[in-house]
C-alpha cells in the first residue's frame, strides 16, 4: 500500500464505496448519515502532534473527534491526535484514520443512514474513508 500525507483543510468523511458521511448529531454523537454537504458533516483536518487533529466545523462548535471505552466515535472540547494515511491507487482519494501506535482505525461501516461511526481493530480496506 503507498502511502502518502494529507493536507490541512476541510473535508467530507465519506465510507469509501458507500453512501454514509461522518456527522456530528448534537454537540457529542458521531454518526453516519447520507451526504448533505451541511456543516455538520464538514471536519477541518489540521497538524496536531505527530499527526492531525479532526475539528467539527458545526456551529463553530469548537468539537474534536475521539472515542469513548466502548470504541464510539465522539465529539469532546479537547482536540487528539490521529495518524492520517492516504492511500494511493484508488479511484476516489481515500484516506485511513488510525489511532497513533494502535490498530485502531475509524470505520464507517454501514450504508445504513444513522450507523454508529466506531474506532476498530480491523485492517480492513472496506473500511478505509474516502475524503473530499
Not at 44 to 60: A, R, V, Y
Not at 100 to 119: K, R, Y
Request: a negative charge.
Amino acid at each position: 500500500m503507498d502511502t502518502g500525507s494529507i493536507r490541512p483543510g476541510i473535508y467530507l468523511i465519506l465510507q469509501y464505496g458507500g453512501g454514509t458521511s461522518m456527522d456530528l448529531v448534537g454537540k457529542r454523537v458521531v454518526k453516519g448519515h447520507i451526504r448533505h454537504e451541511g456543516d455538520t458533516q464538514k471536519w477541518e483536518l489540521s497538524p496536531f502532534g505527530t499527526g492531525h487533529s479532526i475539528k467539527s466545523l458545526f456551529e463553530d462548535s469548537g468539537m474534536y473527534i475521539t472515542y469513548d471505552t466502548d470504541a464510539n466515535v465522539i465529539a469532546t472540547p479537547y482536540p487528539v491526535c490521529w495518524n492520517i494515511e492516504v492511500i494511493s491507487g484508488r479511484p476516489e482519494p481515500t484516506i485511513r484514520i488510525m489511532w497513533p501506535n494502535s490498530p485502531l482505525a475509524i470505520t464507517l461501516s454501514s450504508s445504513t443512514p444513522d450507523t454508529g461511526v466506531s474506532a476498530l481493530n480491523d485492517y480492513d480496506t472496506s473500511n478505509d474513508i474516502t475524503n473530499y
